[in-house]
């Protein structure tokens, strides 16, 4: 079979990673595991005669977060104090944490044809293996992560499509002859998230606002971003924590977020060998995102839907694609943000503290 080789190449990714974090997933405690899968197929409000099926078309992504920061202890150490967040109610979680994960993505053009068309992205499977390290800071969370993998045939892009397309019936495919070449790839990536509002009703958490930047680096993506996000609804658990919900809690999230892109290796084409690019890309690119999600216990399912701005000057116009995630969390139940912070040292347990500022508005 031509892609028999795959199953041990994933193993053998998988088992770099474990090795990069300097022991056996079990010598760390699982804080949560979580599945998500991106397809513009879940663009439920578009009707599903026109609804697109092109660009960035589907992804699937299998994480297992740990405690801890066994591998990378030195680096979370030089970046911050490994303070936790004096709101997290989630003492047992500490402020450090790993994910280790697996996924892939597809990538194709609005035009399906048997030869490759100038104005048109490249067909492109990615089959990746990541590993993130987050630490806490107070309200400031810094992340550090690493993602290697292969274009081409060993992504396995063609053969998932292709049976997909065929047990749902949609169109077959006829262009992954001229998709990208095998080739390996990797990004290296820093990001910084500040929780910057918040708002109680009752003591219990009913909205709060967070921003973020960060940057990637490498032959898979070399890119800076900036955005920031807000929630509101029910008994919001805090954002960092793993511990399970007491209760339940409906909510709404928005985001908006920019990005200065210098290379895409879907959109730029293979780094060697492989040709002059097939679509020019833009240098400025934007997303929003809006979205709904139910957590109870220690389950959450989350729906959001990204609409993208034109990645390349021959693109007609921006994409929307949509996520279905499922996470378990570890950990005790918690009551959804109704417990009062403890205090910092020097300041008495009597007088109220808020790590944020309360404010009715983001």
Known sequence: MPYRVMPRAAALAFSCMLLMLGAPAGAQQVRALQLTSDNDAYNFWIPMAVR???EYSNGIRVAVELDGSRGWTGLAG?????VADADAADAEAGCA???VEMGQRLYS???DTPEPMAGQRPYAGWLYAAVTGRVVDGVTRHTFGVEAGVTG????GQPVMEAYHHVAGFWEPVGWSHQLAFEPAVAVRYGVERRLAEWRVAGVRALDLAGGAGASAGTLRTSAHAGAQLRAGTRLAHPWSTRALRGTSVYVLAEARGEAVAHDLFLDGNTFGGGPPRVTRRPFVGQTRWGVGVAHGRVSVEYRATAQTRAYDEEPGGHP????EVTWRRGAPCCGGAPKPAAP??????????????????
Do not use: F, H, N, W
């Open 52 to 54: 697109p099926d092109y």
């Open 78 to 82: 030089a970046a911050a104090p490994c």
């Open 97 to 99: 944490s790993t994910t």
């Open 109 to 111: 053009p609005r035009l």
């Open 153 to 156: 045939k060993p992504s396995l």
């Open 321 to 324: 694609y949509s996520t279905i």
């Open 345 to 362: 040292s020097g300041v008495s347990s009597s007088t109220p503290y808020e790590p944020i500022q309360s404010t009715p508005e983001p």
